[in-house]
Every structure is written in C-alpha cells, then in structure tokens.
C-alpha cells in the first residue's frame, strides 16, 4: 500500500505538471490571438478571458492525453535509471502489477477526458460562438459614430446614422449599403436601405441577432446601371453577421447525441467528429500501456535519450489518429471501422514492446546464472 501510494503520488504530480505547462502555454497563444484581434477591432477585449475559459475544457481534452502519457513515462524513467524499478522487482513487484497500478489510474483520467470531450468540450464550443457573435453585434455599435459614414465589413459595408439613444438601443435616419456576395464572394450588386428610424432584436428561439428598420426603401442593383429595384416597407428585418466558422469548428460545438442522428448527407461527416471524441480518453489508455512497455527498452540509457523514441511513438499515433478522422470524412475508411484500426495496431505494438522487454529480461537472468 505505501508503495502504491507513492507510486501514485509521483505519476499524479508529473502528470499535472506535464498537462499543467501545456495548457498554460496554448492558453498563451490563444490570449495573444484573441488580443490581437481586439487590437484590429475584431472582438471586444472584455470578452477575451471568458473566451479563453470556454475553450479550456476542450484543451484539457487534447492536452491530458499527453500530459498524463510523459508524466507515466518519466516516473519510471526516473525510477528505472535511479535502480528504484529493480529494488521494486527483487521485493516482488513485477512489471505487470505496475502496469495494473498504471492503467487504474489511466482509467479515472480517461472517464474525466471522456466527461470534457463528450459532453462539457461541445457545449462550451457552442457557448463560444454565442459568445463571439454578441461581441461582434457589440463591435458593429461601437464603431457607429453618429453623423458620420462607417465602414465595416472590410469596405463591404457602409452605414450612416444621423442619431443614437443614449442607450444604443435606437438609432434614427439610417443610411445602409451592402455588397452582395454570391457563393462567400464579392458580387458586383449593391443593396442599398434607408429607413426613418431602427433597432436591435433578439429571436427568443434561435437568440440570433437581427436589425428591425421602420418607414424606409430598399434598393437593389449594380452601379452605374439603370435596373435598380425599389421597394417600401414599414418594416423590414435582417440578421446581423454571425461570426464565419469553419466546418471543423461549427462541427466541434454539435451535441455528441446530435452527431449519432445526423444526415445521409452530413453522416461521415458527424461520425468522423463522433470517433475522434472517443478517441482521446480510449487513447490515454493505450498510451499508458505504451509508456509502461517502453521504459525498459533500454535500461542504461539516460532520460533524454530515452524519450526521444516515446514521443515519436506517440507523433506517430496521433497523426495516423488525424489521417484516419480525415479518411472517415471523405468516406475512405468506413465509419463502423472508426479509428479503432489505429487503436489496436498500437495497442499489439505495446504488448509486443512489453513482451519483448519481459523475455529479454527473462533471458539475461538465465544467462547470469
């Protein structure tokens, strides 16, 4: 039991530190990302730290995998080099009980990757782009200075309002020219508005954003032509902009039950997001297994040197993880297949590595006598 329980202690605290610095360093990068977008005006700087915080579930998700995989290896790295794992073994430890101790703890890391990929990482993703939609509705009022032309939108946009409430909620005399895009591109179209007086909504079902524009005309054509369209309204409503996402992060904040009850069209699509979330906690699993396997490949050698073939072990599973995501996507590999191709075959390099390293040893005692 005090062996168990130092064991414990030393993996825990190398893993925490391991996923620790991590996560500390891509919450850096994802801070200055954020920052220099708010510095372009492209997102609100108050918004930046509970954006960084939403996206922390989904980090510690990528990260622990790893983090937990170096802080396993190290330990008995540490141990093996000091002569700790061959005291260990000559009391009666042998290396499966070990590897028995390692995965027990594995599991619980893993049942809490599955709990922030499966679950908590989706809805924060989804929280997320809420979030960046508010701050660019709030951007687009802060940039309206009343009795002058504002440009948005990289010059796509152009809006003038001759006054604002003091609480920016109405504006009045309204001016607004928009390019048309056809397909996500820049169309040679124009649509013009004008209106008496207008205001922000929210759509009490979908929370979407939207101009409500009162007494006004809408005009539509391309410039210098003679074939504008007139029409007037008394109201008249459009979405505000959303924030463009990519398919992979739209993908990333669907509901884990959402992607099981996907379309024909969308089908490998959804189940290629499915399996890689299984992936993550399946792989801290077989990653242990792997880190225990290989730390006596070469017991004489040093720490450093010893690393160096674990981590391209593990660039190795991680990107034939990546290719398989993307070979399910595009209908390559099946989706009843999944990623559990990549699983296994790692999975019987460990135990191959681990049997190895067992007979080996098993051999040089024999040879000793």
Same mark, same amino acid.
């Given at each position: 039991?005090?062996?168990? =329980? ?8 190398? /893993? ?36 960084? !915080? ?23 790295? &540490? ?52 979030? =960046? ?51 996500? %591109?820049?169309? &040679?179209?124009? %649509?013009?508005?004008?209106?008496t007086s207008g205001a922000i909504a929210t759509d009490v079902v ?23 369209? /007139?029409?007037?309204?008394? &109201? ?40 890689? =979330? ?6 801290i699993l077989i990653l242990v297994f792997l880190a225990v396997a290989?730390?006596?490949? %070469? ?31 595009? !209908? ?16 019987l390099i460990s135990l191959f590595i681990f049997k190895y390293t /067992?007979?080996? /040893?098993?051999? &040089? =005692?024999?040879?000793?006598?």
């Amino acid at each position: 039991m005090i062996i168990n =329980r130092y064991f414990g202690q030393e993996i825990l605290k190398s /893993s925490i530190g391991i996923t620790g610095i991590l996560v500390v360093i891509f919450m850096g990068h994802g801070c200055m990302r954020y920052l220099s977008s708010a510095v372009n005006g492209h997102a609100v700087a108050g918004y930046i730290f509970q954006m960084i !915080g939403l996206e922390i579930p989904q980090l510690l998700g990528l990260m622990l995998p790893l983090g937990v995989f170096l802080g396993v290896f190290t330990v008995l790295a &540490k141990m093996c080099s000091e002569n700790e794992l061959i005291i260990w073994m000559g009391a009666g430890i042998s290396k499966r009980r070990i590897l028995r101790h390692c995965l027990v703890y594995a599991t619980i890391i893993s049942l809490l990757v599955a709990y922030l990929t499966l679950w908590l990482g989706p809805k924060n993703i989804a929280s997320l782009r809420q979030l =960046r939609n508010q701050a660019t509705t709030e951007i687009m009022l802060q940039m309206l200075v009343p009795g002058q032309f504002n440009t948005i939108d990289r010059g796509k946009k152009v809006i003038y309002v001759k006054d604002i409430s003091k609480d920016s909620t109405v504006a009045k005399n309204i001016f607004i020219a928009e390019q048309s895009t056809v397909k996500g %591109k820049p169309d &040679k179209n124009w %649509k013009v508005l004008t209106a008496t007086s207008g205001a922000i909504a929210t759509d009490v079902v979908t929370e979407q954003k939207y101009v409500v524009l009162k007494k006004g005309y809408r005009y539509s054509g391309k410039p210098g032509k003679n074939d504008f369209r /007139s029409i007037q309204f008394g &109201k008249y409503t459009t979405l505000l902009p959303e924030v463009a996402d990519n398919d992979r992060t739209s993908i990333q904040g669907i509901p884990t039950k959402e992607l099981l009850q996907s379309d024909k069209k969308d089908k490998n699509i959804y189940l290629a997001e499915l399996h890689w =979330r299984v992936a993550q906690p399946v792989s801290i699993l077989i990653l242990v297994f792997l880190a225990v396997a290989c730390v006596s490949i %070469k017991p004489r050698a040093g720490q450093f040197s010893r690393i160096i073939p674990v981590i391209l072990l593990y660039i190795g599973y991680v990107n034939l993880l990546l290719v398989g995501r993307n070979a399910i996507r595009v !209908g390559y590999v099946s989706p009843y297949i999944g990623l559990w191709w990549v699983h296994i075959s790692f999975l019987l390099i460990s135990l191959f590595i681990f049997k190895y390293t /067992s007979i080996r /040893s098993l051999f &040089k =005692r024999r040879s000793n006598k």
